[in-house]
Structures are given as structure tokens and as C-alpha cells.
Nanobody, 129 residues
């Protein structure tokens, strides 16, 4: 069964930190590009960060939304089939449901939602002011 399971969300004060985890199963994890997206109430889902998969023709790359660059860091542990999103200096505007996603076709990083074919159920992050 193909699954992505996120965890690590919660309530934190502005300026604080959280680390989200996403465990994958049933998919070719090491070659898949992985992304984090978020959706705030009343808003569209938006790109947060992505990291490329590993392959002979896939150079390593990562990508971040401008709104989180310098505050968030994403990395993957292929031995554990897990990706992490370290979120520092959190702001109230970071409040959203955060989703993990996998692009199992190309392995290239992408900011486009439709490029990702596997999605997790989401984890809530709430930042209080």
C-alpha cells in the first residue's frame, strides 16, 4: 500500500520551532522527489519546499518558497524512507495544514501540485502570536 504519513505538527508560539516528519511506504522512495505543501483556511494549497530524488540523471536539488527561505530546511533520510521539514522562527502566517507529497515519476523538484502523485493526510501547524 502506497502511503505517506506526516507527524510532528502542533501548537507553538511565534518564534518557536517544529520539525515535521513524513514516512513513506510502498513507493520507490529514494528516487522520488519529495515536497511539502501547506494550506491555510480559506486559501489554496501552496508550495513550501522540495528535494529531488536520487538517480543517475537526477542532480541533487532543493527548493524553497520565498516566504520560508532561511527559516525552513528540508532533508531526506533514504535509509528510513523519511523526509523532514525543520521549521524555525515560526510566524502566525505559517499556520496551516502541512502536507507531504511524492513525485514518483521524474525525481525532479517541482513547485507544481499536479506533479505530485502521492499525498499524505496532512498535519496541523498552529503558530500563536
Amino acid at each position: 500500500q502506497v502511503r505517506l504519513v506526516e507527524s510532528g505538527g502542533g501548537l507553538v508560539q511565534a518564534g518557536g520551532s517544529l520539525r515535521l516528519s513524513c514516512v513513506a511506504s510502498g513507493l520507490p522512495f529514494s528516487s522520488a522527489a519529495m515536497g511539502w505543501f501547506r494550506q491555510a483556511p480559506g486559501k489554496e494549497r501552496e508550495f513550501v519546499a522540495a528535494v529531488s530524488g536520487y538517480g543517475p540523471r537526477t542532480p541533487y536539488a532543493d527548493s524553497y518558497a520565498d516566504s520560508v527561505k532561511g527559516r525552513f530546511a528540508m532533508h531526506r533520510d533514504n535509509a528510513e524512507n523519511t523526509v523532514y521539514l525543520q521549521m524555525n522562527i515560526l510566524k502566525p502566517e505559517d499556520t496551516a495544514v502541512y502536507y507531504c507529497a511524492a513525485d514518483t515519476s521524474t525525481g525532479w523538484t517541482s513547485r507544481v501540485i499536479s506533479e505530485y502523485d502521492v499525498w499524505g493526510q496532512g498535519t496541523q501547524v498552529t503558530v500563536s502570536s
